[in-house]
């Protein structure tokens, strides 16, 4: 079960994107959290088999938090938390047993980790893992996964399609469901199940840029339809 807290009265696009992520990662349920109206109403009129909830349910397994800056919201203490936007800030504060951040370079410089030109991705990846304790997906070219434990992984798939708008919500949706299917339960296989959800999204980008450019969310929404996982 995964549960969702996305999108704004400015970013409702986000809640349609991240939760039609979460509904194709393989978990059989998804909870929306309903606070602001907009983005509630373009959830449930997008996907009728999505529940609409105002709690925190214990029952969650992963809940991802944060795209399209959702103005209200806690860290629940689930197993797995996946946190993206303004969210990520209060990555330090978790409680979860795994907590999942997904930057991209200017995201990281915000958080204290300034990627600029020359400067090896990898090795701020892995800054970042360590010192937050946390796992991190740094978005970009050849989107990397790193681990608190120290373990790299390294995407070679995704190209320059998933720079559209939204595509890091899709992504977001995607890990936390992927990771409440798979159920991981050491940094090693958190680590492998991330990087399965990287290039499962990277994958729809190529198979969405082979029909359509440019390419745009929602054709990668729909891209991975197709990617089995």
């Given amino acids: 079960m995964v549960g969702v807290v996305a999108g704004s009265e400015s970013f409702p696009g986000a809640a349609v994107l991240c939760v039609g992520g979460a509904r ?3 978990a059989g349920y998804i ?34 938090i944060g795209p399209g800056n959702p103005a209200q919201y806690r860290l629940p203490a689930s197993r797995y938390l996946v946190l993206d936007a303004a969210a990520m800030a209060d990555a330090v504060k978790s409680e979860a047993e795994f907590t999942v951040i997904l930057p991209h370079e200017g995201e990281a410089a915000h958080l204290g980790f300034p990627v600029t030109e020359g400067i090896d991705r990898e090795a701020i ?14 978005k970009g070219r ?52 991330l990087l399965k959800a990287v290039q499962a999204h990277s994958t729809a980008g190529k198979l969405a840029a082979k029909k359509v450019r440019p390419v745009t969310s929602p054709d990668i929404l729909k891209a991975l339809q197709r990617i089995h996982h």
């Avoid at 990846?125 to 740094?138: E, N, R």
Wanted: charge should be negative; charged fraction near 15%; glycine fraction near 8%.
């Fill in 24 to 26: 194709l990662g393989g």
């Fill in 31 to 64: 909870h929306y959290m309903a606070t602001d109206r907009t983005p509630t109403g373009l959830v449930l009129s997008a996907y009728p088999d999505v529940v609409p909830v105002s709690t925190y349910d214990d029952r969650v397994d992963a809940w991802v």
């Fill in 125 to 138: 990846a892995s800054l970042m893992a360590k010192t937050m304790k946390v796992f991190v997906i740094l």
């Fill in 142 to 193: 050849k989107t990397i996964i790193a681990s608190p434990s120290g373990e790299l992984l390294v995407d070679e798939i995704g190209g320059p399609e998933l720079s559209c708008a939204g595509s890091g919500d899709i992504l977001a949706g995607v890990t936390a469901s992927m990771l409440s299917s798979w159920k991981p339960t050491t940094h090693t296989e958190v680590h492998k199940v």
